[in-house]
């Protein structure tokens, strides 16, 4: 691999990948088999290992990919651990080298991500946020919608294996951009949940259907993504498995829409309404169910708040 300090390689041989949960596999898996790359992963499960290696990825350290990959993708489940990942003891920052990259997959905070992008700078490293939108079908599909946030040089480099996984790829600024535009993306998708959760309560109550009501949406202007996803599949039936993207996922995601509002000096009012349904809906033993699972909190009645010590 031929590469200049601070820029991005011309040819990765060894891609690197820490993270194989329920979007993490299917990433790997897809980039192994259709990458073109040795692939070297490390998860602290060892099940997913063992399946993926069935697609020719072998099993690594931490250390191991920091020694060995030219690029290196993180998905992680919160930004607490991508931090821990990059700059704890023996993280990639330290043990990396001048011209390897680094790309977040996971949903990070807009200020971390901005402060990793400078720390890797510093080092001649370059980082890239590229947070995966779209649901566990379209990642074992491979169909995912990915923003990037990249110089544009990384990006040109990084985008032909982000399409191995991704079949919407998207140049969105600088780092962190990637990030703003997740966080806003699940901001706006939950605020539109929340919504249906609250039409469907208020419509039950009232004595209308509500397969009735959803299909009257879906055929005026409350159509929507969220409306034919979470809405006919799992908060009509009020069906909401733990093998999905949970309610304490969704919630810290909102967090960190709050976080950056605030950042920017905007009062998310509906952000922050939301946030505190999915409190009450982890109050009540929902936050491992999938995230429309909120809707709980107003088919079943909200959870006791705690009483204040004045």
Not at 4 to 16: E, I, K
Not at 241 to 252: D, M, Q
Not at 263 to 291: C, H, M, P, R
């Amino acid at each position: 691999m031929t590469t200049a300090a601070g820029s991005a390689p011309q040819t990765f041989r060894v891609a690197g990948f820490i993270g194989c949960g329920v979007m993490g596999e299917p990433i790997c898996r897809h980039l192994a088999t259709r990458g073109g790359l040795r692939v070297i992963a490390f998860d602290l499960d060892p099940a997913p290992l063992a399946r993926l290696a069935a697609h020719g990825v072998t099993a690594a350290t931490i250390a191991q990919i920091s020694a060995e990959a030219d690029i290196i993708f993180l998905s992680l489940p919160s930004g607490a651990v991508v931090r821990d990942v990059i700059l704890g003891d023996g993280g990639l920052l330290a043990a990396g080298r001048p011209g390897q990259v680094v790309v977040d997959l996971s949903t990070s905070p807009f200020d971390l991500t901005t402060e990793l992008a400078q720390r890797f700078a510093e080092r001649a490293m370059l980082f890239a946020d590229a947070p995966v939108m779209r649901t566990r079908a379209a990642a074992e599909a491979g169909t995912l919608a990915v923003p990037v946030g990249a110089d544009p040089q990384l990006f040109a480099a990084i985008e032909p294996l982000v399409k191995t996984f991704a079949s919407d790829v998207m140049h969105v600024g600088k780092p962190g951009c990637g990030q703003v535009t997740k966080i806003l993306n699940n901001m706006v998708v939950y605020e539109t949940v929340l919504a249906l959760c609250e039409a469907r309560a208020i419509g039950v109550r009232a004595g209308v259907d509500p397969k009735t009501l959803f299909e009257a949406f879906a055929t005026g202007s409350a159509d929507s993504f969220a409306l034919r996803n979470q809405g006919f599949k799992a908060i009509l039936p009020q069906e909401f498995p733990e093998r999905a993207f949970p309610v304490s996922y969704a919630r810290k995601d909102l967090s960190y829409a709050v976080a950056l509002a605030e950042q920017v000096g905007i009062d998310a009012t509906g952000a922050k309404n939301l946030v505190a349904t999915f409190d009450e809906a982890i109050a009540s033993g929902w936050g491992d169910k999938y995230g429309p699972a909120i809707s709980l909190v107003f088919e079943r009645g909200h959870a006791p708040r705690q009483e204040r010590d004045d």
